[in-house]
Nanobody, 123 residues
């Protein structure tokens, strides 16, 4: 089990950038695949992207490809989501999640979740 805490959300104008962080507790962070998801009001939670435990492989949802980048620092037990060229449709609560095993894109396959951080991109 790992405990996850997201930070870095806020209000930004369309076209702007934000970087989210997710700090994990526990000594086995480096063994977890880390994912980012988001949920807008009235919508289902959506896969944003994920990074393998080594950091060598990253995967993204179609709506964010080319704009968002996931990275991790296992020495700091932290995963990051760099978001560029934000659009109003990116407005949502963003969650990080952890799972043991390979990368997956569905919420049911992640065992550990943070509390979420709000990102709002205004037009």
């Amino acid at each position: 089990q790992v405990q996850l805490v997201e930070s870095g959300g806020g209000l930004v104008q369309a076209g702007g950038s934000l970087r989210l962080s997710c700090a994990a507790s526990g000594r086995t962070f480096s063994r977890y695949t880390m994912g980012w998801f988001r949920q807008a009001p009235g919508k289902e939670r959506e896969f944003v992207g994920a990074i393998s435990w080594t950091g060598a492989n990253t995967y993204y949802g179609d709506s964010v490809k080319g704009r968002f980048t996931i990275s991790r620092d296992n020495a700091k037990n932290t995963v990051y989501l760099q978001m560029n060229d934000l659009k109003p449709e990116d407005t949502a609560v963003y969650y990080c999640a952890a799972r043991q095993g390979g990368v997956r894109s569905t919420t049911a396959e992640y065992e550990n979740w943070g509390q979420g951080t709000q990102v709002t991109a205004s037009s």
